[in-house]
């Protein structure tokens, strides 16, 4: 079941961070908490995938400005998402599930496009989702959907 996230799934998404940014975990210079502070600011929206009180997927969206950009920034009106599915639930069409519903919700919401960071080996899931590559940069790809 999917719902959409609200403040109260703060906790939820922090503890996401963690297998969203596996790959970038281990550099404290990254300040990857970013993307859950202060959670339900303008510009921010999101789905839960759960099973009654069970949350095991999440994905958001979240407006950066130039002067504390993410890692994926392209610019102050595109988002940019966080995806990720706890490992037992990775395999099911839950990811797809998720990162479509935060699509229609972008579009919902007025934004003309979405950007997302990814590892070079992961780009053909977002391809599906009609992704491109923007850049590469720091051993990582930025990725750009036209809504």
Request: hydrophobic share 40%; net charge neutral; no cysteine.
């Amino acid at each position: 079941m999917l719902r959409p996230a609200d403040q109260q799934d703060t906790r939820f998404l922090r503890d996401m961070l963690r297998h969203a940014y596996h790959w970038r975990m281990g550099d404290p210079d990254l300040p990857v908490f970013r993307y859950v502070k202060n959670w339900g600011r303008p510009g921010d929206a999101g789905v839960i995938a759960s099973a009654g009180p069970n949350a095991y997927g999440a994905a958001w969206y979240r407006l950066f400005p130039a002067s504390a950009p993410g890692f994926a920034f392209v610019d102050e009106q595109t988002p940019e998402v966080t995806i990720a599915v706890v490992p037992s639930h990775r395999g099911k069409g839950t990811g797809g599930e998720l990162l479509e519903a935060l699509l229609e919700r972008a579009r919902a919401d007025g934004f003309s496009q979405l950007s997302l960071s990814a590892e070079p080996g992961q780009t053909g899931f977002y391809e599906k989702y009609g992704f491109r590559e923007l850049r590469r940069e720091d051993g990582t790809v930025t990725m750009v959907a036209s809504l």
